[in-house]
């Protein structure tokens, strides 16, 4: 009977889907009392595009994992949902006037018929999309919750802002350790009772979770929104190409920079890769030295610096500002004013991720103005210079050339003197580190110190003589949460007297409005700026018409929307439950039994963006007493990248004629893309197709081999629509199954590996398949016997049995996929028909090739799905050798070789050696001098 793969994955996605046999039982439902085992992946933004087949790698891992623990008994949740707010969807409806809302639903259909036609085992009843206002209505409680809320560093954990506002009226906010605006006053209990209303509200904006402050941003005047540094590449908006500038915008913040350190302790228990623990470690920024205050000649400001090496104050030559700090307008002399200006101008253009990364480049100005060293007294000029960025420390830094090689570069280049105050060092080497023994200064308290005395010394003398403090500081900023689109989570707030309230929670979803357009007003304001609809009534406790507006009962409503990771913070938990989604983000009866993600697959580019805004949610929830985990994430699992393998064809440069690849040419050429489909797995393009692919070529003329055909040249890049080198799940699983495709992408390489995608490479698989096939059939009849199984059968199960057990929880997928295949041709060599064998190899094989598995579970006359039966234990019995392969030898030369059982006596031995018709062979009828046996080893027989 012939493996019709289509009929057969047609029929058990129809039976998974109709039985719900992936659904995950709720803990009252949970009767067997089996343990719970949360697999997740990064859920996807659906994009009009649909998935290619690099998209679908992390998600087979994972399933195959999720099938595996269905297998060795566990109530197993893995879930999917959209990521479906974010800017593409708002770019393609500002270009087509169609609403986000619109297309999302069609991109989530596609995606949907996609990943079920590859026979994940998700349990779609807990779906969520961030864009449904019945899940977007948590994520703005959970805004509020951050409005309402403090962080105690004593404490270390956020505390309800009523706690906060008590100590006020108690002792005011002296000698409090809380996480605060660097600006924030200092008042009495009896001043805090004198203050407005207003007053009070806005030093309580001061210390909240979420805040509004002004904020150096990266702003895409083209988009009309501000963007995350990691939607920039090379100064330039990934979504677009787009400009990018800073600027300074009133926005929501996040201060996730109070957990910095909790952040940083956290990574310690988590079974995570090295390197993206280490993309976060660094990200977070930990340093510890000390913050010195130097003033301004000639204003009554300060310059405050951070410094980890305070031991090199004496060596301070010049300090930088970043361009865009406080002071460089209020200090810089008029005769500099124009060469400032032009180069905070220029600067804007350059996101902070270029500036950091540019090492190589030189650039500042000098602002006219000097300070004060806080020690010495000298003179010490003030520069403004792009390396120094406002986010991170102060946005300023004493420059100490002959201690770093930036500061050394910018004093060299602008020939600022630099003193020498190192023991047997050369500036122009800037070679100051650790293997410094010695610190050699015009200070007698840290001559000849060794470095970390000579720290510790300068810290002491810094904070006693007023002129700065111990610090610990963190390069982790707070995240800017406010973004200038349409297409995301509208915030739940109004507006009174110009400062923020938070719409009751009995109040939420508050939903996007209808608008016009897609774009910022006429006078900037974000899109929901041009919502008719989009006031707040106090009385009503509902959104009425603008026109109602009388800021007595009916206030401004906030317009600008969440960024995307908001929803994509928390999602995790929300999958938990099912039953009281209305109610509650998740019930704590879902939340004790479901704990966190145990295992979580997905990209490592989200290394430090959203793992760590969803480890500080989920930090801060625990906090307030809504989670019990401070983890949302165990273990994670970096799935690689399946690149594409791109076609090229040769086109002259004089002559605009096209060269097959093996062709010698005359002229220069260019290489231009071809569409991989129209390329055959012998390199040949479809010249006919090519040239409806590139119209612009229809008239072209193609030089093609002595054979006729015209061959392409193939190079491995990334997989992208630009580079016409995507290939279709789609199309893999018409022609070759969803199995096959299952089984070559883990088949390709180590799932954390990236690795080109090669077509011609299913045949492997697909052969297997059928092999596996024909294993349990003979001509078009199903044959499976009661038979005994033969011991060479066994083993050869079992050895495969105990590989994959040993590489599922390794996340070893392609070495599971060889041993298969091994076992496999080995049972057809053995012609092997026994249930005794063949029913454990199929349900092995389940979490790899399902659909295969499920039908020929039910020909082998059983009930339901194969997805829950006992995987298959190895039983070493059957590994160990019980036979032993003996040379045999004749006068010291082996002659042929004989495998015998260990257990047998010399004499044994001795007897079927010499019964053996090819020892008669070689004996020729003489009678041998001496048998020499060594059990288990050799047997010689001498002449």
Known sequence: MAYNFKDIEAKWQKFWAENKTF?????????????????????????????????????????????????????????????????????????????????????????????????????????????????????????IQLFESYYDFDDQ???????????????????????????????????????????????????RLTYLAETEVNWCPALGTVLA?????NGLSERGGHAVERKKMNQWSMRISA?????????????WSESIKESQRNWI??????????????????????????????????????????????????????????????????????????????????????????????????????????????????????????????AHHFNIPVPNIFKDTDISEAAFGEKDDTLITNSEFLNDLPIKQAIAKAIEVIEDQGIGKAKTNYRLRDAVFSRQRYWGEPFPVYYVNGLPQMIEDQHLPLE??????????????????????????????????????????????????????AGSSWYMFRYMETEKRNEVFASQDALDYWQNVNLYVGGSEHATGHLLYSRFWTKFLKDRGFLKVDEPFQRMINQGMIL???????????????????????????????????????????????????????????????????????????MSKSKYNVINPDDVCDEYGADALRLFEMFLGPIDQAKPWNTAGLSGVVGFLKKLWKLYHQGDKFVVTDDKADKKALKALHQTIKKVNMDIEDFSFNTSVSSFMICVNELNQLKCTSREILEPLCVLVAPFAPHIAEELWERLGHEGSVSSVPYPEHNEKYLKEDTKTYPISFNGKMRFTLDLDLNLSKDEIEEIVMQDERTQKQLDGREPKKVIVVPGKIVNIVG
């Open 229 to 233: 540094n990691d939607e920039i590449v």
């Open 157 to 207: 954990r956020a505390q309800p802002i009523e706690k906060l506002i008590n100590r006020f009226e108690q002792n005011g906010n002296s000698d409090l350790n809380v996480a605060c605006d660097e600006d924030t006053p200092e008042f009495t209990a009896e001043q805090w009772q004198e203050f407005t209303n207003q007053r009070q509200e806005e030093i309580l904006l001061q210390y």
């Open 23 to 143: 659904k995950a039982k709720q803990p009252s439902e949970n009767q067997e009392n089996k343990n719970p085992f949360y697999v997740l992946d990064m859920f996807p933004y659906p994009s009009g595009a649909g998935l290619h087949v690099g998209h679908p790698l992390g998600y087979i891992g994972s399933d195959i994992y999720a099938r595996y623990k269905r297998h060795k008994g566990y109530n197993v949740l893995h879930p999917q949902g959209y990521d479906s707010f974010g800017l593409p969807a708002e770019q393609y409806a500002i270009q087509t006037g169609q609403h986000p809302a619109k297309t999302t639903t069609a991109n989530i259909k596609r995606y949907r018929e996609q990943l079920d036609r590859i026979g994940f085992s998700f349990d779609w009843d807990r779906q969520v999309r961030t864009s449904d206002p019945k899940y977007y209505r948590w994520t703005q409680w959970i805004f």
């Open 644 to 718: 594409g393998e791109s076609a090229f064809v040769k086109r002259g440069n004089d002559t605009g004629k096209f060269y097959s690849e093996g062709l010698e040419i005359a002229e220069d050429y260019q290489r231009i893309h071809a569409d991989v489909n129209l390329v055959n797995t012998s390199n040949e393009l479809d010249i006919e197709g090519f040239k409806k692919f590139r119209p612009e070529f229809k008239d072209a003329e193609f030089i093609t081999e002595d054979d006729g055909s015209f061959k392409v040249s193939r190079e491995v890049e990334k």
């Open 512 to 565: 996007l409005p209808e608008v016009d357009e897609y774009l910022p007003t006429e006078d900037g304001e974000p899109p929901l700026g041009r919502a008719q609809t989009w006031a707040w009534d106090t009385n009503e406790s509902k959104v009425v018409d603008n026109n109602k507006i009388d800021h007595k009962t009916v206030f401004s409503l906030e317009l600008n929307t969440m960024p995307g990771w």
């Open 285 to 410: 920024g930990k340093s510890v030295g000390s913050q010195v205050k130097f003033a301004v000649k000639n204003h009554n400001d300060f310059i405050e610096v951070f410094t980890t090496r305070p031991d090199t104050i004496f060596g301070v030559s010049f300090m930088t500002l970043a361009p865009e700090h406080d002071l460089v307008k209020k200090i810089t002399t008029p005769e500099q004013k124009e060469a400032v200006d032009a180069y905070i101008k220029e600067t804007a253009k350059r996101s902070e991720r270029d500036r950091l990364a540019d090492v190589k480049s030189i650039s500042g100005v000098f602002t006219g103005a000097y300070a004060e060293h806080p020690l010495t007294h000298q003179p010490i000029p003030i520069w403004i210079g792009d390396y120094v960025l406002a986010s991170y420390g102060t946005g300023a830094v004493m420059a100490v050339p002959c201690g770093d090689q930036r500061d050394y570069d910018f």
């Open 259 to 271: 957990y910095a350190e909790r952040l940083l302790q956290g990574l310690e228990n988590l079974d």
